[in-house]
């Protein structure tokens, strides 16, 4: 029940194209759900976050979208650009002091020019 | 402005050799401590956590300790090292009561030969 499921592992786009993450999880329990942006060779940073009160989430050329009767929710670039060409994890956890993030497996993503 | 040192960025270590790796937060008091482990082509696995000096939570059995002698340091360790250790070992703080926005370092390269 605490698992979060990431599909795919990895993912090859060309330029300007649609770069489509999904995540499923079970605990009914989470409310915030981010993603996370990892470049090789370094840590993991926050890159968009959504809580399960709307259905979408919009930060310039990324997008969350939350299905929360699916308990899914799904990260989609736009005009897919090189610079994008990273590891990318979904999470989920309950927010507050006694929560924890659970984290997807990742996906690795190329963005051919 | 908040800033996490971890270091060093790369080791390379021999079986049953020890290890001591050092994280550090500047610009924040009393943050919650956390190291992650992620192995190649993998997620990210929560191994130690600490809300306060010397309060330390493991999350799975295994051949590290973790330990918090200062409110922004957090050190990991282990006695003698196992080929199964090597991994991308990441240092992350988060702001105390807001556990679910996590700030990653830059992370340790650990190879175990």
């Known amino acids: 029940q605490q698992q979060v499921k990431q599909s795919p592992q990895s993912l090859i786009v060309q330029k300007g194209g649609i770069s489509i993450i999904n995540c499923a999880y079970e605990n009914t329990a989470f409310d915030y759900f981010p993603w996370y942006q990892q470049f090789p060779g370094k840590g993991p940073a926050l890159l968009i976050a959504?809580?399960?009160?709307?259905s979408e989430k919009k930060e310039g050329r990324f997008t969350i979208s939350f299905n929360k009767s699916a308990k899914q929710f799904s990260l989609h670039i736009m005009d897919s650009q090189p610079g994008d060409s990273a590891t990318y994890f979904c999470a989920a956890t309950v927010s507050g002091n006694t929560g924890k993030l659970i984290f997807g497996q990742g996906t690795t993503l190329q963005v051919k020019p | 402005s908040q800033t996490i040192h971890q270091w060093p960025a790369t080791l390379v270590q021999p079986v049953g050799s020890p290890l001591s790796l050092e994280c550090t937060v500047e610009g924040t008091s009393n943050p919650n401590l956390y190291w992650y482990r992620q192995a190649a082509g993998r997620g990210l696995q929560l191994l130690f956590y600490s809300v306060g000096i010397g309060q330390i939570s493991s999350e799975v059995p295994q051949n590290l300790s973790a330990s918090r002698p200062q409110d922004r340091q957090f050190i990991l360790s282990s006695k003698k090292l196992l080929l199964s250790d090597s991994g991308f070992y990441l240092c992350?703080?988060?702001?105390?009561?807001?556990?679910?926005?996590?700030?990653f370092g830059s992370g340790t390269q650990l190879s175990v030969l």
């Open positions: 959504i809580r399960p009160d709307v």
């Open positions: 992350a703080w988060s702001v105390w009561r807001i556990r679910e926005k996590l700030f």
